[in-house]
């Protein structure tokens, strides 16, 4: 069965500073994506950045950047140069491919605080 | 309105009513979903719908009755709930669920934060 671990409930970051957060994830698929969301107090979940299994480099969205280690099976979001507006809920996702292609297994998220 | 839109954003109600939670999409997709976030837990998936037809039901409780009448609009009519229903529902939608390769993103609507008495 597919799982998304995300073991820091709560991370602390200073304003401006780089701030990596952890997922790893358990499948037998050889295919797969894995997804960063953010969740601010609102409640929408804003799609941050999206990895393939295949793909061979991390991939990348303005100061966001994905560690992807696939023989680790981690997939760490690394947000470089904190912003205040940053503090929210983090989750991690993975999306197999076949029967459940599309359906998207969360982790619990990690509380990221932005501190000025 | 653009992306995902949900009515109500907060409802309460007490465990003999009947709601409904309403969801729409001005996206052009043609999946949709419903999820549970509870406190403390991962994002539950509940229903999936896919051009219309409801291609999963994650073993939910027969008290949540989804409804979609179109590709735009996804309905989840409540009756007889629990407390321990009491969470946020969010909807998300997505270009097509069998659209090759994972990559699939869903757009989620802003959630219902719904409180059972």
């Known amino acids: 069965a597919q799982k998304i671990t995300q073991t820091q409930p709560g991370m602390f970051v200073q304003e401006k500073e780089a701030v990596t957060l952890d997922c790893t994830y358990d499948t037998s698929d050889q295919s797969y994506g894995l997804f960063w969301y953010k969740q601010p107090s609102s409640g929408e979940m804003i799609f941050l950045i999206y990895q393939g299994s295949y793909d061979e480099q991390n991939a990348t969205e303005g100061r966001y950047s994905l560690n992807f280690q696939k023989a680790r099976k981690s997939a760490n979001l690394v947000i470089s140069a904190s912003q205040l507006g940053d503090s929210a809920m983090y989750f991690c996702a993975m999306s197999p491919y076949g029967g459940s292609q599309g359906n998207l297994i969360f982790g619990k998220g990690t509380k990221l605080s932005v501190k000025p | 309105e653009t992306g995902v839109t949900q009515t109500p954003r907060h409802l309460v109600m007490g465990m003999t009513n009947k709601k409904s939670l309403k969801c729409e999409q001005h996206?052009?997709?043609?999946?949709m979903y419903w999820y549970k976030q509870s406190a403390k837990k991962p994002l539950e998936l509940m229903f999936v719908y896919n051009f219309k037809e409801q291609t999963e039901n994650n073993s939910v409780p027969s008290r949540f009755s989804p409804e979609c009448p179109n590709s735009s609009h996804l309905f989840l009519h409540l009756h007889t709930l629990q407390p321990e229903d009491s969470a946020l529902y969010l909807c998300?939608?997505?270009?097509?669920?069998?659209?090759?390769?994972?990559?699939?993103?869903?757009?989620f609507g802003p959630g219902t934060r719904l409180t059972v008495l």
């Open positions: 996206l052009g997709h043609n999946a």
């Open positions: 998300a939608s997505s270009q097509d669920r069998l659209a090759g390769g994972p990559y699939n993103e869903q757009f």
